[in-house]
C-alpha cells in the first residue's frame, strides 16, 4: 500500500481534488471551496469568482497566518470559516465546502443523514452535524460551524447552504465529504420504495471486531501473468469509479490468479486512483507482507473455494 505522507504540493492536491467533485456534480461552476494547512501554518484555498470546472494550479490562494492572502485572485468568500475550523479544531488540516445535490435536500428539510446506513459510512464520516444558518461567507457563520466542529463531528451540514467535512488530511475530508453525499442520495433513493431501516449499534460494532490476522509472505517476483492481471483489475476498479459504482471509501473486486489465489483490492485505499501495485495477492490464510486486503477479501475467498469456475468478484 501506499505511504500515507502525502508528496503532492497543496496547489495540486486541491486541484485534484476539486476537479474530481466538480466531475462527479458534487458542485456547480461556481459553488465549492476546499483548503489545506500546511505546516507553516499557511492556508491554502481556492480562489473566488473562478469557475470550478477551469482552475488551475497557479489560481490556488495562500493565505498566511497574518491573513495576508498570496495570489493572483481574491481568496473564496468562505475563507472565514476555514480559518475558525482550523483554529478550533488543530487536528484538522484539509477541508472540503460544496453544494451537493443530496446535502443539500437534507440541509433544506434541516435533517442529516444518518450514517448508520452502512458500517463504512459510519466509520468514515461518524455522526453528522448541523449548522444554523447565518449568511454564506459571514464571521457569523464561521463561528456558527466552527462551533459544530468543536463538539468534534467531523461532517457538518450548513442550514439551507451545503455541507463541510474535515480531516487529518485533504484526502481524508474528500472521503468523509464524498462517502456522506453518497449516504445521503441512497437515503432519498430508499425512501421512495419504504421506510430505511438503520443499522442498530450492536450492529455497526460487528465492524470493529477484530477479524482473523493474514500472515505475510514475502512476495517480490510477480509473473507475468499477475502483471497484466494487476493492471486489468487496476483499470476495472478505476471504471467503476467512474461509472460510480464504486466511491472512493467502498466497495471490492478482485480477480483469480490460480486455483488458490486471488489478486483483490486493498483496505482503506482510494478507489478512484488504485494501480497495479496497490492490489493484494491472497493465498489460502495468507497475503502479501506489510499489506491489508479489503475486509471483504475472505468474502471473495469463500465464493472462490465454493465455486472453481468463478473467475473475478465484485462487491458494490
Known sequence: MRSAVSYVP???EILQAIARIYRYRMTTTSGGNL??????????????GIDKGTLRREDMI????????????????ELPFHQEIYRTRPDIRGIVHAHPVALVAFSLVHEVPNTRLFHQS????????????????SEALGRNVAGIFRQLFDCVLLENHGAVTGGRSLQEAF????????????????RQLG??????????????????????????????REKELRSQLAEFVRRAYRQRLFISTQGSFSVRLDADSFLVTPYQEDRGTI?????????????????????????????????????SVINA
Do not use: M
Open 10 to 12: 497543496p496547489r495540486d
Open 275 to 311: 494501480d497495479g501495485s496497490d492490489l493484494i495477492l491472497v493465498r489460502d490464510r495468507e497475503c502479501e507482507a506489510g499489506t491489508a486486503p479489503s475486509r471483504a477479501a475472505r468474502v471473495h475467498q469463500a465464493i472462490y473455494r465454493k465455486h472453481p469456475e468463478i473467475g
Open 122 to 137: 459510519r466509520h468514515v464520516c461518524g455522526a453528522a452535524g448541523f449548522a444554523p444558518y447565518e449568511l454564506p461567507g
Open 175 to 190: 472521503h468523509r465529504f464524498e462517502t456522506l453525499e453518497f449516504t445521503a442520495k441512497t437515503i432519498i433513493k430508499a
Open 62 to 77: 495562500r493565505v498566511a497566518p497574518d491573513g495576508k492572502p498570496h495570489g493572483p485572485h481574491r481568496p473564496s468568500s
Open 195 to 224: 421506510e430505511v431501516r438503520y443499522l442498530t449499534d450492536d450492529e455497526i460494532a460487528l465492524a470493529s471486531r477484530p477479524s482473523p490476522p493474514w500472515t505475510g509472505f514475502a512476495h517480490t517476483n510477480p509473473a507475468t
Open 35 to 48: 483548503s489545506i494547512r500546511d505546516d507553516n501554518g499557511d492556508i491554502w484555498i481556492t480562489p473566488a
